[in-house]
């Protein structure tokens, strides 16, 4: 079964240029006011999700050599702003894809679309430089939205980077959700990227 219309592989974080994101009007963003550690709350009304990220991160948009890429419907990154950084642009962060499904899915369905989650695999490892996978494609969720997971290491412009990325399903809409990080920062990054993936929701 196709979830999805075409097989979109997976857009990487990499370069992520800190220009304003383009928003919409169906799209609000919150501000910082709720938390005294200065944290803020992105949130789209249009796509239902939020996501919480503290003050060491930067709104941007994905740049460099991965566009926003092919079949998403809407495309976010948050650079962590103490990491690694490549040319101008950072490659520590967290970035959101949504992508619209074919059909609705239902939480029952999830564990039935394994399949259809390696096939992305497959083609993510074949399309990244170096890329070999560090955690096998699993189920999990994010604040009870279901999907998968995978980690995996890459290189990009002679940078070895580390990446976790979550497919996570709910109605209409693909939402992946990836922190990544230079290697060599992984072990010190991954905690604060993992904590701002953790906060990812959906209504």
Known sequence: MSIRKTIIVLVTLVGL???SAACSGSVSTGGSSASPAGTRTYSNAQYGFSITYGPDFKQGTTSGGSSSGSGSIFDIAFAY???TKQGGSYID????????????????EVPKLK????????NLMGSLSGAKVSQKL???????????????????NGTP??????FLLKGQYEYQVTGQAGKD??????PKIQAVVESFTVK
């Open 138 to 156: 699993s189920l999990a969720q994010i604040n009870g939205v279901p999907g998968y997971k995978l980690g995996y290491v890459y290189t990009q």
């Open 115 to 122: 399949k259809e989650f390696a096939g992305l695999v497959g």
């Open 185 to 190: 920062d992984w072990a010190t990054a991954s």
């Open 161 to 166: 980077i580390a990446a976790v990325t979550y």
């Open 17 to 19: 240029a800190l220009a």
């Open 93 to 108: 962060g967290v970035q959101i894809s949504v992508y619209k499904l074919a059909h609705s899915v239902k939480p029952a």
């Open 81 to 83: 702003t103490s990491g």
